[in-house]
């Protein structure tokens, strides 16, 4: 079998931020480290965790677009060739599309049909706008109007079409169906296992496990900043064939999996524990989970603990 083409490779990623405290004191908070993903074509991965792991700014960080007291280090590769400022520019909105978590991304003193369009009027265009809104329950007079004259679902849905109206290369899906009713969040997912069918590689970024595994190939897990561990979707069909402690907590609250929930809270940057951030809530923490751990391969995926 042909190896498929690497589209994004993201190595020893890491984000960083600057913050004045009492007057001219500053100090720099780690939010991300050590992060690491790859996508390739026709795949769609899914990065999982919960609130605060670090997710959204990955998708930022991919397209350049980090708040301006933000540091970024590691190495992003797109396409073969390393993604420069100057590249992210050029193809953000046309081989690289984002649909982002806030409604706030769309132009508010900007017609909806301009704005999916790119101010393209052509027949084509037009028409292909139309079948997409057709399939997303929006009629066609939403074109015509602004975004503030929609409700938040009709907007969420027009994010979404902007994956669908050209042929991107990777599509950055930042939690693109809160709000919405099941049946659309089921239909929206099932356009970006559509767009991986096709050529395109998909990065998901959920906080819904569940939603993930009916339609992604593998998926990344995050805590606390990093990446615990990758797996593929299918290793999530039992406990026993997960890598991480907090990969398998995951699998144990899963509804069909008793809602199951460990005691503590993620760690905030500035009370990380040193080594393993996941081991004041771990049963298995040794001393040895307090020192530096590598990410390795472990059983065909890959995991961030010494004791898988």
């Known amino acids: 079998m042909k190896e498929k083409k690497t589209v994004l490779n993201i190595r020893d990623f890491s984000v960083s931020f600057e913050q004045y405290e009492r007057g001219f004191h500053k100090t720099v908070l780690p939010v991300i480290r050590n992060l690491d993903v790859t996508v390739h074509e026709g795949e769609m991965v899914a990065v999982v965790g919960s609130s605060g792991s670090g997710k959204s700014l990955l998708a930022h960080g991919i397209l350049g677009i980090l708040p301006y007291n933000a540091t970024m280090g590691g190495e992003i590769w797109y396409d073969g060739e390393l993604l420069t400022p100057k590249r992210q520019k050029m193809l953000r909105g046309n081989e690289i599309v984002l649909v982002p978590q806030s409604i706030a991304f769309l132009d508010p003193l900007m017609k909806i049909g301009s704005q999916i369009r790119k101010g393209k009027k052509d027949k084509a265009s037009k028409a292909r706008l139309d079948k997409i809104f057709e399939g997303y329950h929006l009629k066609e007079e939403v074109q015509g109007l602004y975004p503030f004259e929609l409700s938040g679902g009709m907007n969420r849905r027009v994010l979404v079409s902007t994956a669908l109206m050209g042929n991107p290369k990777l599509v950055i899906a930042d939690e693109p169906t809160p709000g919405l009713h099941m049946d659309m969040v089921r239909r929206v997912m099932s356009h970006f296992r559509e767009l991986a069918d096709k050529g395109a590689g998909v990065l998901l970024i959920t906080h819904d496990l569940e939603q993930a595994l009916e339609v992604a190939d593998r998926v990344v897990v995050f805590y ?85």
């Open 224 to 308: 606390a900043g990093t990446t615990v561990e990758d797996a593929a979707a299918s290793d999530f069909q039992a406990q026993e064939t997960l890598r991480h402690p907090y990969s398998k907590a995951l699998w144990r609250a899963l509804p069909q999996n008793g809602f199951q929930f460990i005691k503590g809270t993620q760690p905030y940057v500035k009370e990380l524990p040193d080594g393993c951030p996941f081991g004041p809530r771990c049963e298995y923490c040794t001393a040895e989970c307090q020192k530096e751990i590598a990410y390795r391969e472990v059983q065909g995926g890959r995991v961030r603990c010494v004791h898988a």
